[in-house]
C-alpha cells in the first residue's frame, strides 16, 4: 500500500484555542484523516489563541485537501492558509547564473569584459577547440526538450516541461559539478528540433536530450550524433539502460545466475525499453522477448515500424507471439518500463526459480512490489519508497563528467557499458543482497566512480 510522501507535503497555518489539548487535537485529526505530521511549529502566541504551521505528508493532492478539510472541522480550529511545499520549492525557479570571477573595480571588468575579452574571443577564433578550455562550454551541457513526453504524464509542451528540466539541471549541478542549462523548445517538428541543437551546440560541451517523445527521440539523436562534434545522450534511453544493466548485474550475482543462461522479458518498447534491450545485447543473454501494447514483439507480426522490427529481427529466438503473462512463462528476468498494474504474483509464480522483478514504472510499477515478492527473489522498482530504487540519477551525473573531462566528441556503447559497471561495482560484495543491488542516489562515491569508468573508455 502507498504511504504518504514528502511530494505530497503541506504546511497548514492555523488559529486554536490555548488550551492544553489542542496540540493532541490537532496531530489526532491529522492521523484520522491518514496524513502523517512531520513537523509542529507554534509561530505566534496570545492569550485567546496560538498560530500553528503543521506540516504534513499526503498520499495526493486530494488527500491534501481532506486533511485541511478534517482540521477545519476541529471546535475553535480556523484555517488561515494552506502551502504545497512542493510547490513553494519550485517559486522563481531551482537554478540560477552565478559568477565564478570578482566585478569588484574597474580593472576586473576590464580583465573579464571589455577591453580584455576581445583578445581571448581572437584566439578562439584562431583556434576554436580553445573554447572548450576559455569559456563555459568547458563544463556546460544543454538540457534539451520539446515538451512531448514529460515524465509519464505525457505531451504538455515546452513550458509545463521546465521544471522537469531546472530539476536535471540541479542534479547535474549536485553530483557532478555540470553547470546544465534547460533548453525547452517550442516546436516538435523533427527537423526543427534538429536544426536548433545545431544552431546552439557551440556553446555546450555535451547535450542531453530529454522528455522526447519515441519513435521520434531515436531519429533525433541519431542524426545529431552524426552532425555535432560533442556528445548527444538521450537521457530516457541510455540513463534509463545504463542503471538497469548495472542493477541486474548485481542481481544476478545474488541469485547466481549467469545472463547468458537466462530469459530476460521487457515489457514496453518505447525509449527507454528500446535502449535497455539494445544494451543488454551488448552481454549476449539467453533471449530476450520484447513485449509491447500490442503483445510480443515478433518477426511475423503485422505493422511493425521500424524501431520494432530492429528489435523483432534480433530478439525472441524461437518467434514466439502472444502475450505479456505468456512472455512470463519460464522467464528469469522481467524489466518493466511500461504501465502500471498488468500482472500479479500468479504470473510471477509462472516465472523461472528465483525470478528477479524489475517493475520501473512510475508512480504505479506494473506489479505491486509486495506481489512480486510473493514469488521473485530480487525485486526493484523506480520508487523512492521500496528497496532497490532504479534511478537515472545514478548515471546521468558522472556519464557527463566523464565525457567532458575526457573532451568527447561522441558517446560510444562502450562508454555506457563501463558507467553501467562503476555503478553495479560501487556495492560491493559484503553490502551485497536481494534488498541493495544499487546503491542510493546520494551515494557520492558514485559520480566520480562513473565519470573515472567513462574518461577510460573514452581515452581506450
Same mark, same amino acid.
Given at each position: 500500500?502507498?504511504? #504518504?510522501? #514528502?511530494?505530497?507535503?503541506?504546511?497548514?497555518?492555523?488559529?486554536?484555542?490555548?488550551?492544553?489539548?489542542?496540540?493532541?487535537?490537532?496531530?489526532?485529526?491529522?492521523?484520522?484523516?491518514?496524513?502523517? +505530521?512531520?513537523?509542529?511549529?507554534?509561530?505566534?502566541?496570545?492569550?485567546?489563541?496560538?498560530?500553528?504551521?503543521?506540516?504534513?505528508?499526503?498520499?495526493?493532492?486530494? /488527500?491534501?485537501?481532506?486533511?485541511?478539510?478534517?482540521?477545519?472541522?476541529?471546535?475553535?480550529?480556523?484555517?488561515?492558509?494552506?502551502?504545497?511545499?512542493?510547490?513553494?520549492?519550485?517559486?522563481?525557479?531551482?537554478?540560477?547564473?552565478?559568477?565564478?570571477?570578482p566585478l569588484r573595480n574597474r580593472d576586473d571588468? @576590464?580583465?573579464?569584459?571589455? #577591453?580584455?575579452?576581445?583578445?581571448?574571443?581572437?584566439?578562439?577564433?584562431?583556434?576554436?577547440?580553445?573554447?572548450?578550455?576559455?569559456?563555459?562550454?568547458?563544463?556546460?551541457?544543454?538540457?534539451?526538450?520539446?515538451?512531448? *513526453?514529460?515524465?509519464?504524464?505525457?505531451?504538455?509542451?515546452?513550458?509545463?516541461?521546465?521544471?522537469?528540466?531546472?530539476?536535471?539541471?540541479?542534479?547535474?549541478?549536485?553530483?557532478?559539478?555540470?553547470?546544465?542549462?534547460?533548453?525547452?523548445?517550442?516546436?516538435?517538428?523533427?527537423?526543427?528540433?534538429?536544426?536548433?541543437?545545431?544552431?546552439?551546440? #557551440?556553446?555546450?560541451?555535451?547535450?542531453?536530450?530529454?522528455?522526447?517523445?519515441?519513435?521520434?527521440?531515436?531519429?533525433?539523436?541519431?542524426?545529431?550524433?552524426?552532425?555535432?562534434?560533442?556528445?548527444?545522450?538521450?537521457?530516457?534511453? /541510455?540513463?534509463?539502460?545504463?542503471?538497469?544493466?548495472?542493477?541486474?548485474?548485481n542481481a544476478l550475482r545474488v541469485v547466481n545466475?549467469?545472463?547468458?543462461?537466462?530469459?530476460?522479458?521487457?515489457?514496453?518498447?518505447?525509449?527507454?525499453?528500446?535502449?535497455?534491450?539494445?544494451?543488454?545485447?551488448?552481454?549476449?543473454?539467453?533471449?530476450? +522477448? *520484447?513485449?509491447?501494447?500490442?503483445?510480443?514483439?515478433?518477426?511475423?507480426?503485422?505493422?511493425?515500424?521500424?524501431?520494432?522490427?530492429?528489435?523483432?529481427?534480433?530478439?525472441?529466438?524461437?518467434?514466439?507471439?502472444?502475450?505479456? /503473462?505468456?512472455?512470463?512463462?519460464?522467464?528469469?528476468?522481467? +524489466?518493466?518500463?511500461?504501465?502500471?498494474?498488468?500482472?500479479?504474483?500468479?504470473?510471477?509464480?509462472?516465472?523461472?526459480?528465483?525470478?528477479?522483478?524489475?517493475?520501473?514504472?512510475?508512480?504505479?510499477?506494473?506489479?505491486?512490489?509486495?506481489?512480486?515478492?510473493? /514469488?521473485?527473489?530480487?525485486?526493484?522498482?523506480?520508487?523512492?519508497?521500496?528497496?532497490?530504487?532504479?534511478?537515472?540519477?545514478?548515471?546521468?551525473?558522472?556519464?557527463?563528467?566523464?565525457?567532458?573531462?575526457?573532451?568527447?566528441?561522441?558517446?560510444?556503447?562502450?562508454?555506457?557499458?563501463?558507467?553501467?559497471?562503476?555503478?553495479?561495482?560501487?556495492?560491493?560484495?559484503?553490502?551485497?543482497?536481494? @534488498?541493495? +543491488?544499487?546503491?542510493?542516489?546520494?551515494?557520492?562515491?558514485?559520480?566520480?566512480?562513473?565519470?573515472?569508468?567513462?574518461?577510460?573508455?573514452?581515452?581506450?
Amino acid at each position: 500500500m502507498p504511504v #504518504p510522501g #514528502p511530494g505530497y507535503s503541506i504546511t497548514v497555518r492555523l488559529e486554536a484555542p490555548p488550551s492544553a489539548s489542542a496540540a493532541g487535537d490537532l496531530t489526532s485529526a491529522v492521523g484520522r484523516a491518514g496524513g502523517v +505530521i512531520t513537523a509542529f511549529d507554534v509561530v505566534e502566541s496570545h492569550n485567546d489563541r496560538v498560530v500553528i504551521d503543521l506540516t504534513c505528508n499526503a498520499l495526493s493532492a486530494n /488527500h491534501a485537501k481532506d486533511i485541511t478539510d478534517t482540521l477545519e472541522t476541529l471546535p475553535g480550529i480556523v484555517v488561515r492558509k494552506v502551502s504545497d511545499r512542493t510547490f513553494l520549492v519550485h517559486l522563481g525557479g531551482k537554478i540560477e547564473i552565478s559568477s565564478k570571477v570578482p566585478l569588484r573595480n574597474r580593472d576586473d571588468l @576590464s580583465r573579464a569584459y571589455t #577591453p580584455g575579452v576581445a583578445r581571448v574571443c581572437e584566439a578562439i577564433a584562431k583556434n576554436p577547440d580553445d573554447a572548450r578550455r576559455l569559456t563555459i562550454k568547458r563544463n556546460t551541457v544543454a538540457v534539451v526538450t520539446d515538451g512531448s *513526453a514529460v515524465l509519464g504524464l505525457g505531451n504538455l509542451g515546452p513550458a509545463a516541461a521546465l521544471p522537469v528540466m531546472e530539476g536535471k539541471a540541479a542534479l547535474f549541478k549536485k553530483f557532478a559539478g555540470v553547470d546544465a542549462w534547460p533548453v525547452c523548445l517550442d516546436t516538435q517538428d523533427t527537423e526543427e528540433i534538429i536544426r536548433a541543437v545545431e544552431l546552439i551546440a #557551440p556553446v555546450y560541451g555535451g547535450i542531453n536530450l530529454e522528455d522526447i517523445s519515441a519513435p521520434r527521440c531515436f531519429e533525433i539523436e541519431a542524426r545529431l550524433r552524426e552532425k555535432l562534434d560533442i556528445p548527444v545522450f538521450h537521457d530516457d534511453q /541510455h540513463g534509463t539502460a545504463i542503471v538497469v544493466v548495472a542493477a541486474l548485474r548485481n542481481a544476478l550475482r545474488v541469485v547466481n545466475k549467469d545472463i547468458k543462461d537466462c530469459r530476460i522479458t521487457v515489457c514496453g518498447v518505447g525509449a527507454a525499453g528500446s535502449a535497455i534491450i539494445r544494451l543488454l545485447q551488448a552481454q549476449t543473454p539467453g533471449d530476450i +522477448i *520484447a513485449v509491447d501494447v500490442d503483445g510480443i514483439v515478433h518477426r511475423d507480426r503485422p505493422g511493425l515500424d521500424s524501431n520494432l522490427k530492429s528489435i523483432a529481427a534480433s530478439t525472441n529466438k524461437d518467434n514466439q507471439s502472444g502475450r505479456l /503473462h505468456d512472455a512470463l512463462v519460464g522467464s528469469d528476468v522481467f +524489466i518493466g518500463v511500461s504501465a502500471p498494474n498488468l500482472f500479479g504474483a500468479d504470473q510471477v509464480a509462472t516465472m523461472a526459480k528465483d525470478a528477479i522483478v524489475f517493475a520501473l514504472a512510475n508512480p504505479d510499477p506494473e506489479i505491486d512490489p509486495m506481489e512480486a515478492q510473493q /514469488h521473485a527473489a530480487v525485486v526493484a522498482t523506480g520508487r523512492s519508497d521500496f528497496p532497490n530504487q532504479i534511478n537515472n540519477v545514478l548515471a546521468f551525473p558522472g556519464v557527463f563528467r566523464g565525457l567532458l573531462d575526457a573532451h568527447a566528441k561522441t558517446i560510444t556503447d562502450a562508454m555506457l557499458l563501463a558507467a553501467a559497471a562503476a555503478i553495479a561495482d560501487v556495492v560491493d560484495g559484503d553490502r551485497l543482497n536481494a @534488498s541493495f +543491488i544499487v546503491p542510493s542516489v546520494f551515494d557520492n562515491t558514485v559520480a566520480p566512480a562513473v565519470a573515472e569508468a567513462v574518461r577510460k573508455a573514452a581515452a581506450s
